[in-house]
């Protein structure tokens, strides 16, 4: 299920974190040659993102005990 990047956080290891209107987060990382995401280094490039809609995973397999009951804003 597609969803909106509302802002991000950096999980223990230091690696970027999308926070996604359903509540969920999903890696947003830059490891080069297999994921090319070098606007996830600066502030700024994370802000360009603000809105971008990601697949969520945990959202279309459901399952995860995680069901708010209204999206976050």
Sequence with gaps: MQQSIIGYHQDEEGHW?????CGHGQHVRHQPPMTSRPWVLTEEGRQVFIGTELNCKKCDEGG?????????S
Excluded: I, M, Q, T
Aim: proline share 14%; charged share 30%; hydrophobic share 45%.
């Design 17 to 21: 974190v999308a926070d996604l209107r």
């Design 64 to 72: 995860d005990g995680f069901s708010p009951a209204e999206p976050l």
